[in-house]
């Protein structure tokens, strides 16, 4: 079972950045797909960006080109980097990772952006 611990979230004016990481508690060649969905209040939880181990990375139409996914394999840390943030980007932001069939979450990470 893979556990997933996030950090990283806060508070940020528009326009400004931030970087979340997630770390795994197993090494990161053994994990299939990593990456970060997003929860705003009301709404249902979006896919944000996605690492898989072979294949391109993903992104939601809403962040591409001002978010990024990495990993630093030996760190077994996933990160997101987060620039221009605008105030639609505010929400619980959760680490995920898929391993044999299964999906792990993180405790998720509250980001705020204020106008």
């Known amino acids: 079972q893979v556990q997933l611990v996030e950090s990283g979230g806060g508070l940020v004016q528009a326009g400004g950045s931030l970087r979340l990481s997630c770390a795994a508690s197993?090494?990161?060649?053994?994990?299939?797909?990593m990456g970060w969905y997003r929860q705003a209040p009301g709404k249902q939880r979006e896919l944000v960006a996605s690492r898989p181990r072979f294949g391109s990375r993903i992104y939601a139409d809403s962040v591409a080109g001002r978010f990024t996914v990495s990993i630093d394999s030996a760190k077994n840390t996933v990160y997101l980097q987060m620039n221009n943030l605008k105030p639609e980007d505010t929400a619980v932001y959760y680490c995920?990772?898929?391993?044999?069939?299964?999906?792990?979450w993180g405790q998720g990470t509250q980001v705020t952006v204020s106008s």
């Open positions: 197993e090494n990161i060649f053994s994990i299939n797909v």
């Open positions: 995920y990772a898929e391993q044999r069939s299964a999906n792990y």
